[in-house]
């Protein structure tokens, strides 16, 4: 049994993370600060099942807030940190781009000087597929250059993953950045596509289709996240006897650091995600088709060969299962 801390635990995949880790016998503390980026009622409903559990406790702190986090650090001496909090969304990054630089940098190296300070054993910390930026060659690979971002808030989770290495470089640490491809399930998030169209096609409203439904998107359930989260937390990293600085691979190191993707290995096309949404509701959805948006890429598509060579594991949910699951709780949840 180990003391984990989740950082963003009431947020959607640090909830589903923190009961995994639960139920499993780990001992959570669940860090979020609340933040009404969303519906804050949902953030609060995610928690309050959460607190149902034994094992669990709740911190409501903001990781910007330097004494605090490292406070925090110290009085609980956590074995292993998953750090998932984080001010999420690419097109609010256009509109807010602080709130990105507090959350996603400043709280981001309050963690790992509490990680550096305390001992940590491992750090697993959410980067993203929006890393991979301006990249073309599919599918993406962590073994690929991603100096491209087309956004703010994929240049902060890109930074993460330098931060991240220069601290096993310096001090040993072990750490893990897992790059996420468009993660839906039940409980998730209302900025994500699949949630905002559920809701506006059961109003009979239009939905906005961007770049006239020409996108495709590595969508991945939440219960092949969660289970790709801990069997990397599991999984310790070692330096990479192999790395050579004359041909440096991103994706290893010749510190205890590894990158992976977490993605279902398997594309779709937008406007096959929205004919299976609709045949899932037994509605039919009104179309607004509109223009590529700033900060969007066209396509995502994770290989995941890494992920499945270290610890064996391969996201496998189809949409067409996993949006079933997603509308039979958002019917539930929402009496609708």
């Known amino acids: 049994m180990a003391k984990v801390l989740v950082t963003g635990a009431a947020g959607f995949i640090g909830f589903h993370l923190a009961q995994k880790l639960l139920r499993r016998g780990d001992q959570v503390v669940g860090l979020d600060n609340l933040n009404p980026y969303y519906d804050v009622n949902l953030k609060q409903g995610r928690l309050t099942q959460l607190q149902a559990e034994s094992g669990f406790q709740f911190y409501p702190l903001d990781l910007a807030d330097r004494a605090a986090t490292a406070n925090l650090f110290l009085e609980q001496k956590f074995d292993r940190v998953v750090h998932l909090a984080a001010q999420a969304g690419v097109r609010y990054s256009l509109k807010n781009p602080h709130a990105y630089v507090d959350s996603n940098l400043v709280g981001f190296v309050n963690v790992l000087e509490g990680c550096r300070h305390t001992e940590v054993q491992h750090l697993v910390f959410a980067s993203s597929s929006s890393v991979y930026g301006a990249n073309t060659k599919m599918p993406f690979s962590v073994h690929d250059n991603v100096d491209h971002p087309v956004s703010l808030y994929a240049a902060t989770k890109k930074a993460n993953e330098l931060m991240a290495h220069t601290y ?25 596509a699949y949630f905002s169209f559920t809701r506006a096609i059961l109003a009979g409203q239009s939905i906005d289709v961007y770049h006239h439904g020409q996108m495709r998107r590595d969508f991945t359930y939440i219960e092949d996240v969660v289970e790709g989260v801990v069997r990397t937390l599991d999984h310790i990293p070692q330096p990479n006897p192999q790395w050579s600085g004359q041909n440096p691979d991103p994706g290893t190191s010749n510190a205890p650091y590894r990158i992976y993707n977490i993605g279902n290995n398997q594309p779709v096309a937008l406007m096959h995600f929205i004919e299976t949404l609709e ?58």
């Open 168 to 192: 096993s470089h310096l001090y040993g640490l072990p750490t893990t950045g897992l790059r996420f491809f468009t993660v839906y399930g039940p409980w998730g998030r209302p900025d994500m």
């Open 279 to 336: 045949k899932c509701l037994g509605l039919e959805a009104q179309k607004n088709f509109l223009p590529l948006q700033p900060g969007d890429v066209i396509e995502t598509f994770a290989d995941v060969d890494a992920l499945v060579r270290d610890v064996g594991f391969k996201p496998a949910t189809s949409i067409e299962a996993g949006l079933q699951k997603f509308v039979t709780w958002y019917r539930d949840y929402y009496h609708s």
